[in-house]
């Protein structure tokens, strides 16, 4: 009497099986989501339409995009965490709400590793160093001087408390020794506009927010902080040119929940770059100060894990504190 109700559970498992290996391979079936964890007009606001407007052809499916701003990231990221791990949630996510948000939140509701499939970096974000056309510096190397025959002088501005610009200027200070003063400010636009103003000496900024500012001489750039020069600028340095070892990047990527079928993995990864390789695309981006990368899941992965446990421990040696 077994060995029938046996074949019926494995013909069971066998169907189930099937009609899950079927789906997979029919992906996407129905409409998608984008998920952007900032408020529209953000970078990633950017990068999201514009990719998605582009997969959403390519896949035969429309690919909505579904702006959930506020916590620093965390209110988007939590709900994509938490969505199922069918491929039709996706998100834009940063090098804020994938390695630092942790450690800057007093009770973080997900894991920004464990909870998540990486799909592919898609761009670079450069941080650079930019300073009131006053200061009589061109370089690292003359600023760090200048620095040092007036200390109280060099205070710097970033987006705020923990982002990856605040985190490029203590990374500065452990290098250096200088007593470089945090200016917190709520955004990269404001800190750039009491740079102009001249209310602050220097910012550590997102390329895309000075771009312009650089290219008209109203901002001088001292450096990237990223180990690559900028194509777009390629007479401005590296810190790393002056400082062997300085490194802190700043990116925007895809990502989707965590325990994604491998089958649906592969295609999202597909289309994702084929789209950021677009050649339109890709010199959409460049204007904006966005670099494609463009790299493999585990490569997108592996950089993640790395960048979280550094952030980590910069966090901790610069005594920042969760909110």
């Known amino acids: 009497m077994k060995r029938p109700v046996l074949k019926v559970s494995i013909g069971w498992i066998f169907a189930i099986f099937c009609t899950l290996s079927l789906a997979q391979q029919d992906f996407p079936m ?11 007009g953000a970078s990633t606001d950017s990068l999201g339409r514009i990719v998605s407007q582009k997969i959403s052809a390519s896949m035969g499916q429309p690919v909505v995009v579904d702006n959930k701003g506020g916590a620093s990231g965390n209110i988007g990221s939590d709900y994509v965490a938490k969505s199922p791990a069918d ?49 009589p ?10 620095g040092k025959q007036r200390p109280d002088q ?13 985190l490029a200027g203590e990374l500065l200070k452990q290098f250096t020794g200088m007593p470089f003063v945090h200016v917190a400010y709520k955004g990269g636009a404001p800190a750039v506009s009491d740079l102009m ?29 990223q180990t690559t020069r900028y194509p777009g600028l390629p007479q401005v340095p590296t810190f790393s040119e002056t ?5 802190m990047n700043s990116w925007l990527g895809f990502f989707a929940p965590a325990k994604l079928p491998p089958a649906v993995t592969k295609r999202l990864h597909a289309e994702l770059v ?34 979280f446990e550094q952030r980590g421990k910069l966090i901790q040696q610069a005594g920042i504190k969760p909110e």
């Open 154 to 166: 060099l205070s710097y501005g970033s987006s705020g408390t923990g982002s990856p610009h605040h």
């Open 87 to 135: 491929g039709y949630t996706l998100m834009v996510g940063t090098d804020a709400t994938h390695t630092a948000n942790m450690y800057l939140t007093a009770a973080p509701t997900f894991h920004p590793i464990k909870d998540f499939t990486a799909l592919t970096q898609a761009v670079a974000n450069p941080i650079v160093l930019v300073v009131h056309p006053g200061i």
């Open 30 to 40: 129905k409409p998608l989501r984008m998920v952007v964890p900032y408020p529209p």
């Open 137 to 146: 510096a061109k370089n690292l190397s003359e600023l760090i001087a200048f």
């Open 197 to 225: 103003g001249g209310q602050i000496p220097m910012v550590f900024a997102s390329l895309i927010t000075v771009l312009p500012h650089i290219k008209s001489g109203k901002l001088k750039a001292i450096g990237f902080t």
């Open 243 to 247: 400082l062997p070892g300085f490194e």
């Open 274 to 307: 084929k789209a950021l390789r677009d050649p339109d695309i890709t010199a959409k981006l460049d204007t904006m100060g966005l670099g494609v990368v463009a790299n493999t899941s585990e490569e997108f992965s592996e950089q993640v894990r790395k960048e």
